[in-house]
């Protein structure tokens, strides 16, 4: 069956703009984590969803950064007014649960943002 | 404070050879650790998970283990193919916490 998928693969924006990335989870999760992976530096947990509960945002840098997610299935990532310490691969993934066994997590190939 | 460390941050070696990349962590109280692979420009692939309850799992020509009360997992990859080379992440989840906790990888290079 298809795995998540990500769109757009590359954005490249000027400082300021606002960005949207696009997260498609593997149909029937209904978890769904966003991780940024700057460059040389490890993966960074932003947010998460589970279900219709209220997500956790613990781990957005700022107020500029917000995600939602419609349906209980495709997640958004925004960025307001982009800074050039923003670019980084925004990577996106889905487990089938976040409690109980088994929650093995599948990546999506990421999107590439530069922040010029 | 629940960390992930991975040594080395890179190795080289040549074709044929068997491996091991080691993942270290704080905190025994873990509910998986998962292995991945990333190839440059690209997501991430799973390539084994290990349950608190197991010791070991096995794909092909990897296998993974896990001792908790070291803190410490290995990734053994045995008769290495120029394919493999790639960087190697591990990650954590804690029983506390639903969040996977990154290693830095490890970077590997198999010379034909």
């Known amino acids: 069956g298809a795995g998540v998928s990500q769109s757009p693969s590359n954005k490249v924006t000027e400082k300021g703009k606002d960005v949207e990335l696009r997260c498609d989870p593997i149909?029937?999760?209904?978890?769904l984590y966003w991780y940024r992976q700057s460059l040389g530096q490890g993966l960074e947990f932003l947010i998460y969803?589970?279900?219709?509960?209220?997500?956790?945002k613990s781990g957005l840098p700022s107020d500029r950064f917000s995600a939602e997610r419609t349906g209980g299935s495709v997640s958004t990532l925004t960025i307001q007014r982009t800074q050039q310490e923003d670019s980084a691969v925004y990577l996106c993934?889905?487990?089938?649960?976040?409690?109980?066994?088994?929650?093995?997590?599948?990546f999506g190939p990421g999107t590439r943002l530069t922040v010029l | 404070k629940q960390e992930v460390t991975q040594i080395p941050a890179a190795l080289s070696v040549p074709e044929g050879e068997n491996l091991v990349l080691n993942c270290s962590f704080t905190?025994?109280?873990?509910?998986?650790l998962q292995w991945f692979r990333q190839d440059p420009g690209k997501g991430l692939t799973s390539l084994l998970l290990?349950?608190?309850s197991q010791r070991e799992q096995t794909s092909g020509r990897l296998n993974a283990s896990l001792d908790k009360s070291s803190g410490r997992s290995t990734l053994y990859i045995a008769a290495s193919q120029p394919g493999d080379s790639a960087t190697y992440l591990c990650?954590?989840?804690?029983?506390?916490?639903?969040?996977?906790?990154w290693g830095a990888g490890t970077k590997l290079i198999i010379k034909p």
């Open positions: 990650a954590v989840r804690w029983d506390s916490n639903y969040q996977l906790i």
């Open positions: 969803f589970q279900g219709n509960s209220a997500p956790d």
């Open positions: 905190d025994s109280a873990i509910y998986n």
């Open positions: 149909s029937g999760h209904t978890a």
């Open positions: 993934a889905s487990s089938s649960a976040s409690g109980g066994a088994y929650n093995e997590q599948f």
């Open positions: 290990i349950q608190s």
